[in-house]
């Protein structure tokens, strides 16, 4: 089988590689640090299937012009991919599918807003409607910064128009599981659990970024919960979708809370998680392309099945990021990373520089993936290949999987010696 992966960061190489054990794999437009990138448009590429990675291109339509061009996609059209492009949306379909999820309002009115919040008690959740690139979100116990937000978001000061309508949220709390389901439309399949860090800095500390590290299995998530998530999140939600008339094809990724009622869903996103991609993938033991392709197809057959190696990802990201990412700082180290032990260096926002050499590009640069018997080790071996790494203010997290592999400190002794503090 030919694949064709739509996209150019750290997940788009994760499901290159991964496919790669099977099939023939092309990148577009990928980047300088992924292998089979091409800069063809993918309305121009011949491929068997075709699966495309980021949400920006679904919500803007790109598997109903490939369908339409009798192209197999793996990933919904605009009309499900408006579950991550418009939160009050999404909102709404869970409500009306009856899955358990915070209360909320949705706002245009700055008064309006600011009354919504007076009736929450202590955690406040202000939300871009749409898309901010995994930014818009601002979680505070400070009423003071959720009206700044609001009235940053309401103005279109901080988001453009992304902003001019928010969702309110409670505060909801408890450990977060991303779930990614495979969807053929009718049926769904959970591939294993993760957990990622969104917060930039260690002890969850500083801004919202896309993701800065994430591991798998997850050891709070056992069958039980996964089948509950199932049961009462993506089932219900994939027949509301139905209801609707939208034949969901693609990835339907759960962001849960895990909070003392049971798990409530806080959002859906219509694509592989990343860096969620990164540390779930790799496990996979069936066959990757044909999954995809069979749910492309509304065919779903195969199981996902998973090896027992952990997986955890440390996501290494450019000074600056999330605010103000530098680019250019040439990327050193990388062969002695890629050297160590159950890694595997996957390249998001990278350039080509002289000869060989990689350049810093986006904010998250390189996601770097460390396998083991456990958790720990996969940790271990993530962090000794990120000690490899280097370039003028790389920035890393330290506590990436620290908690789940019961290390209270948060680091190891040899995590201490590695630089890559902002
Ligand atoms: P989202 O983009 O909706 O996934 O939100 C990004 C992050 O904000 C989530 O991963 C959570 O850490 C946090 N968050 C979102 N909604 C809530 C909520 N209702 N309560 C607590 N934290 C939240």
Redesign the pocket.
């Known amino acids: 089988m030919r694949v064709c992966v739509v996209g150019s960061g750290g997940r788009e190489h994760a499901l290159a590689h991964v496919m790669r054990r099977t099939a023939e794999v092309v990148v577009t437009p990928g980047n300088a640090g992924i292998p089979g990138s091409v800069p063809i448009p993918p309305s121009e590429i011949d491929a068997d299937l075709f699966v495309i990675g980021p949400e920006v291109p679904l919500v803007d339509g790109l598997a109903d012009r490939l369908r339409a061009q009798g192209k197999l996609v793996f990933g919904p059209g605009a009309d499900g991919a408006r579950l991550e492009g418009s939160?009050a949306w999404m909102k709404q379909v869970l409500v009306e599918a009856g899955v358990p999820t915070?209360r909320y309002g949705t706002f245009v009115e700055p008064d309006d807003a600011h009354g919504f919040l007076d009736t929450l008690d202590g955690?406040y959740?202000v939300?871009t409607d749409g898309l901010a690139a995994?930014k818009?979100?601002t979680?505070t116990e400070s009423i003071d910064e959720a009206r700044d937000a609001v009235t940053n978001f309401l103005s279109g000061a901080a988001f453009g128009d992304a902003g001019r309508r928010v969702v309110i949220?409670?505060?909801?709390?408890g450990p977060?599981l991303s779930v990614l389901a495979i969807c053929d439309g009718r049926r769904a399949v959970a591939l294993a659990p993760a957990q990622d860090f969104?917060r930039v800095d260690d002890g969850d500390q500083g801004p919202?970024t896309g993701g800065m590290g994430a591991y798998s299995p997850v050891p709070v998530a056992g069958p039980e919960v996964m089948a509950m998530v199932m049961d009462q999140a993506v089932d219900p939600t994939l027949a509301a979708l139905r209801a609707q008339g939208i034949d969901y094809r693609g990835v339907l990724y759960a962001?849960l809370?895990l909070t003392p009622g049971g798990p409530k869903v806080?959002?859906y996103n219509v694509r592989f998680g990343d860096p969620e991609a990164q540390v779930v993938l790799p496990r996979l033991r069936t066959d990757l392309a044909d999954l995809l392709a069979e749910a492309a197809a509304g065919a779903l057959r195969s199981d996902p099945g998973f090896g027992p190696d952990a997986a955890v990802t440390v996501v290494c990201a450019s000074e600056g990021y999330p605010h103000a990412p530098r680019p250019g700082d040439v990327i050193a180290g990388l062969d002695q990373a890629r050297r160590v032990e159950g890694v595997t260096v996957f390249c998001a926002g990278v350039a080509a520089g002289l000869g060989d050499e990689l350049l810093t590009e986006g904010g998250r640069v390189l996601d770097v993936t460390g396998m083991g018997p456990d958790l720990a080790t996969a940790r271990h071996r993530a962090y000794q290949a990120v000690a490899a790494l280097s370039w003028p203010g790389m920035h890393v997290r330290h506590d990436i999987a620290a908690a789940a592999c019961g290390d209270a400190a948060g680091l190891h002794e040899s995590d201490h010696q590695q630089g890559g503090q902002r």
């Open positions: 939160k915070a955690l959740v939300k995994g818009g979100v979680v949220e409670e505060g909801l709390t977060e969104k919202n962001g809370m806080i959002e």
